[in-house]
């Protein structure tokens, strides 16, 4: 897959000297939806701005269908499309005003066939003609998208689009955004919620304290997340493994007080009836027995938080 948007060693350093971007590395592939995931302050829209040029980088490059944001930034910014954190739309301006104007806006010609498609795709369409402050707040964010689909960009960046909506107008975006990728539309969005990034991404970002801690797909995330570890502990310490109940999925803890096996939940065996059985006929007496899941939360929790020791440690 061909790459859209090319980030290379992105600085960017606030009046004051505060590092917000501390050299990000990121190819965005044609076509991709791509969730950045990260806590409050990590960066995400100090990203996002940066590549749209509504901040400038202290270092680093970025190109956007191969125009450089900076030194080809009229042909970058052609091929973008962003939608805001917040409603900022005029109550009085009718529908289909507001997204022509912001058409206009590009330098692009009037083209009311192209309007027309953008309110469709967001069906929108038949509110055209309504006050945005006629419309439910779910209408309010399809206008925000028509506004930054109005000038056919091919990437689309979408800054925390559900933030503090109910989970009803929640699924409505995510079936949006879905709609505007099956359209060839490259996304990218941050968002605070894993379960976003766990339906809709086809890759996930990890952002924190401006470095890229992880980009990877979204299935080999999940597939991790199927793993899980249990743990049979006993009441007598053991030095070795025993021989029935040896395999790759076993391993004895460090001080010999319990056996770890490691399984897929979503696998049809799991293996743990003969695990229990076998550790019964080796004559192993249990203690207890405890579960444990990596959770994509997980994951996320344990970059960010050692993410805070580096720095500690720094
Ligand atoms: N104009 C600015 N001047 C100085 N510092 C700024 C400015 N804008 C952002 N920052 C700081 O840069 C850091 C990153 O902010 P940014 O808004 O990019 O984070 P974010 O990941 O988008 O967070 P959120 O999820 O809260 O929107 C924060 O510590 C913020 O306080």
Redesign the pocket.
Known sequence: MQNIVEIRDLKKS??GG?E?LKGVDLDIREGEILALL?P???????LISTICGITTSTSGSVTVGGHDIVNDYRAARSMIGLVPQEINLEPFERVINTVRFSRGLFGKRGDDAAIEKVLKQLSLWDKKDSQIRELSGGMKRRVLIAKALSHDPRVLFLDEPTAGVDVELRKDMWDVVAGLKADGVTIIL?T?YIEEAEAIADRVGVIAKGELMLVEEKNTLMARMGQKELEVQLTEPISEVPMLLQSDALRLSDDGSALIYTYDTRAERTGITKLLSDVAKEGLVLRDVVTRQSSLEEIFVNLVNNGDNAEDAA
């Open positions: 606030y009046k505060f917000a990260g409050n302050g990590a960066g995400k829209t100090t941050t605070h």
